[in-house]
């Protein structure tokens, strides 16, 4: 009940946060665990009843192949510590994968079949859609839920099942405080409409993540009316949170709508100026399934594949998420960098019922720029 409720959050922190700290229910009780086997294997599900199964399957498998969202900055610290806990993995590899055109050729591949080097892939929030006829269909929601899985149920697609997300994200406004002082950056997202922004003044991103990051609290409609008038402003269009950041810090432009806090934290420590900075706006576009993962239903390690996603979610690996890119761990993780950033402020939650609808979102919002399109011969 209480996940059904997060699903419906639009800005309400205290009972994200209720939902965060409270303990995991007990429901790992060992007489449930048949019942609960049962009904997920009559959905084609497949469930595991102890933990200690599943290490013995990954024991003989020994390996495991990982597509990942995540920077590269973090496999090697998170694979010790994994090989640390699991002494008998001998060949974990774990590869970034970034990018729209690698994202839609991993697409072509898994639906080919050739997806095979791979037992877990990296789901992008702007392809959702397209991943869950590929998956391994381990409930894995049921098994946490039972405490098989040690993984908060918050982290996992409570439709799929077998979907998760170790990782959340919150939108701001970064801006370059020698060009603009703090009290001019917008405090609302309707100031991004008053006149004194119109004509390049600000830039806004053709991939329209964070503005859709606002659908959850306001609306499909009122936001795509929101986007039609931030078109009219003329802004300066840009093309990647990296590269528009250190364009701001560079005082190429003044501010930006809008940016990964990670992201813009990671160009403020590469900024000599110290002219970088950012504003933090309400409802605050909170994605709290961010960079979602699944177990490919042609991997050959599967079990190892249950372990690492398990890993990932537990404190450990939460820690060095956080450590080595801070404000990417996941909300559902208590104490976490992103978990007290939000403390006290109005959000906009992306959770798992919209991440199955962003796609659209960004589809249709993409439309509301109005872009001229090429004639058709």
Do not use: C
């Not at 510590?81 to 994202?103: L, M, N, R, W």
């Amino acid at each position: 009940m209480r996940f059904t409720v997060l699903n419906k959050i639009v800005g309400s922190f205290t009972l994200l946060l209720l939902l965060i700290l409270a303990p995991t229910p007990a429901l790992a009780a060992s007489s449930t665990l048949p019942q609960a086997k049962q009904e997920a294997e009559a959905k084609g599900y497949t469930f595991f009843t102890t933990h200690d199964e599943i290490v013995a399957m990954a024991k003989k498998e020994g390996k495991l192949r990982v597509s990942s969202g995540l920077e590269t900055l973090h496999f090697k610290p998170l694979m010790n510590a994994f090989k640390q806990k699991y002494p008998f993995f001998t060949d974990v590899h774990v590869q970034e994968i970034q990018g729209t055109d690698a994202y839609q050729r991993f697409i072509l591949e898994m639906k080919s079949g050739q997806a095979k080097d791979w037992d877990i892939t990296h789901i992008p929030i702007d392809f959702g859609k397209e991943y869950p006829p590929y998956l391994m269909k381990h409930d894995i929601l049921g098994m946490a839920k039972q405490g098989v899985l040690k993984i908060h149920p918050g982290m996992i697609h409570p439709v799929e099942r077998n979907i998760i997300s170790v990782t959340s994200t919150l939108s701001v406004v970064p801006y370059n405080k020698k060009l603009i002082s703090e009290d001019k950056v917008p405090a609302k997202w309707e100031d991004f409409l008053k006149p004194e922004f119109k004509g390049k003044k600000f830039v806004l991103d053709l991939r329209p993540l964070q503005v859709a990051g606002l659908v959850p609290a306001w609306g499909l409609e009122r936001t795509l009316d929101f986007v039609r008038k931030l078109a009219a402003q003329q802004p300066v269009w840009g093309r990647g949170a990296t590269r528009v950041n250190t364009a701001i810090a560079a005082g190429e432009y003044s501010f930006y709508l809008g940016s990964n806090l990670e992201a813009v934290k990671r160009a403020m420590s590469k900024d000599p100026t110290g002219s970088l900075s950012y504003k933090i706006i309400e409802p605050v576009p909170t994605r709290i399934i961010d960079h979602p993962s699944a177990i490919l239903n042609t991997a050959a390690y599967p079990h190892a594949a249950l372990l690492w996603l398990e890993f990932l979610a537990s404190s450990e690996g939460q820690e060095i998420i956080d450590k080595y890119e801070p404000l990417r761990a996941s909300v559902f993780s208590p104490g976490s960098a992103n978990e007290q950033v939000i403390r006290g402020k109005k959000l906009s939650v992306v959770d798992w019922n919209h991440f199955t609808n962003f796609q659209e979102y960004q589809a249709k919002i993409f439309a509301a720029y109005g872009f001229p399109k090429a004639d058709k011969k």
